[in-house]
């Protein structure tokens, strides 16, 4: 790939520096070169020289966490890079000074990191143990990197991920130097963006959803509108015919899946789930507390749904959930686990579910759209809009699990709506669905292209207003979509 992106730059003229920039902006690059990271990062950031702004290439081959860089691969990107040295700047970061360690960063970030390695929680431990060093490692790096940010004093960052190895560093110490950043992630053909919050975590998705909310108050035709197309949406995946096919069956109207609680699970080591507990220290914690709560009360029953993705094998998680749940088997046909692979649709599940206590899934918002109470014990960027419940302590969680069984939590109208608007916003306004990728089988089609085609497209203009404005991507696609 290094040699197709080689021939890129000798086939065009590059951007020169610009005299009075527009801000500074610092881009890491890592050494990936097993996928087309570093190389899309790069060619992020010409575009940004092209419109003014003065870019470093924060060149980061350190070894930690697994970065492992290889010597062909650092050697490799050295060569592009020296191409660029008219462009842009290069800081090599593994070779700066250090600075202040960072001990309690570097905890969570290898606790979470431990999780993404080993495919769960329960095997983090092992990961952690084999690794002896690598909290004071973490920590010393994250205090190089936080030095370098109050010595170059950057407008703001460019990092891919933002949890896993490198990329959850360059996080933790922006926000410790107060740096703005913005994060992606990506899926073939798929590409998602957030500013000052991690990609996955969707933590701009707010400001959007203010801003929405607002606008849709006086403006009822486009309400309605939205309303329909988060209707469809949802359609789409009770029939399991979205693009995302999460689904393993389509929903079949069965009458027969009666239960009081639904658990939707997360898969827990994808990025959407790390970094969100808030009242249980880990997911396995959270059930314990709730099979224990259900135990004592004969009349209640639950199900655990399994994140239905962790059928594939590239998804599937470690966590083995059969020895915690044989602890609870005199509940008999009060608990039920439903497993990935089973051909039942998580929307025939919420039928006839009197409260719904998501992790941090999608579907706290699908289940609220639907009329259902859901009862938010995690960090999760909808928990304060307005229409699921978010407890301040595991008391509050449980009291308000009694009073949802019981009837006392209505999902109203404007709630429902409210959640329709939200769940547009994330399944329509979030991603962008593009060619121009960090994926490697299509830096092959991309990286042939002139760099004005690349910007070009509906799509990757979204994402070019994005990095030069800082908006919410969320919020540029909305304004987009709106106006078709």
């Not at 969320?474 to 987009?480: G, L, P, T, V």
Request: charged fraction near 20%; aromatic fraction near 8%; charge should be neutral.
């Amino acid at each position: 790939m290094c040699g197709l992106y080689e021939a890129r730059l000798t086939r065009w003229p590059l951007p020169p520096r610009t005299v009075t920039p527009r801000g500074k902006i610092g881009v890491l690059v890592t050494p990936w070169l097993s996928t087309g990271v570093p190389l899309f990062n790069l060619e992020c950031a010409l575009m940004l020289v092209r419109e003014g702004f003065h870019v470093t290439a924060l060149c980061d081959n350190s070894n930690v966490i697994r970065n492992n860089p290889t010597s062909e691969h650092s050697a490799a990107l050295s060569g592009i890079l020296g191409q660029l040295k008219a462009s842009l700047d290069v800081v090599q970061m593994d070779q700066l000074p250090a600075g202040e360690p960072d001990l309690e960063s570097a905890q969570m970030i290898l606790q979470q990191n431990a999780i993404w390695r080993m495919r769960g929680e329960a095997k983090a431990d092992e990961f952690i143990d084999e690794h002896p060093n690598a909290v004071s490692e973490i920590a010393a790096h994250i205090g190089r990197i936080s030095r370098m940010l109050r010595e170059q004093k950057l407008d703001w960052l460019f990092i891919p991920g933002g949890i896993f190895g490198l990329s959850g560093m360059y996080v933790a110490a922006a926000r410790g130097t107060g740096t703005s950043f913005t994060t992606y992630d990506a899926a073939v053909g798929v590409l998602r963006l957030s500013q000052d919050s991690i990609a996955a975590h969707l933590g701009d998705v707010p400001r959007t959803f203010t801003a929405l909310q607002a606008r849709l108050q006086t403006d009822q035709p486009e309400r309605a509108r939205v309303l329909e197309m988060a209707r469809a949406e949802i359609e789409d995946r009770t029939a399991a015919r979205d693009f995302r096919q999460f689904q393993v069956a389509q929903a079949s109207q069965r009458d027969d899946l009666r239960y009081d609680i639904i658990v939707p699970l997360n898969i827990r080591w994808d990025s959407a789930a790390l970094s969100r507990q808030r009242l249980f220290a880990s997911v396995e914690e959270w059930l314990v507390a709730l099979l224990d709560w259900v135990s004592a009360r004969p009349d209640v029953s639950i199900c655990i749904r399994q994140h239905p993705r962790e059928r594939l094998g590239f998804a599937k998680g470690s966590d083995d959930l059969a020895p915690l749940l044989a602890r609870y088997s005199g509940l008999g046909e009060r608990l039920r686990f439903v497993a990935a692979a089973d051909e039942i649709n998580t929307y025939d599940l919420l039928r006839h579910v009197k409260v719904v206590l998501p992790h941090t899934s999608t579907i706290g918002i699908e289940a609220a759209f639907l009329g259902k109470p859901v009862i938010i014990g995690t960090s999760v960027y909808y928990e304060d809009f307005g229409f699921v419940q978010r407890p301040a302590t595991r008391d509050d969680y449980f009291a308000q699990i009694a009073d949802a069984l019981v009837g006392k939590i209505i999902v109203s109208d404007a709630q429902r709506e409210a959640a329709g608007c939200a769940y547009f916003l994330t399944q329509r306004c979030t991603l962008i669905r593009s060619q121009f990728n960090p994926h490697r089988e299509q830096l092959v089609e991309w990286v042939a292209q002139h760099p004005d085609a690349i910007w070009q497209t509906p799509e990757t203009a979204d994402l070019r207003t994005a990095l030069l404005t800082r908006q919410p991507l969320s919020m540029i696609r909305y304004q987009r979509l709106a106006s078709l």
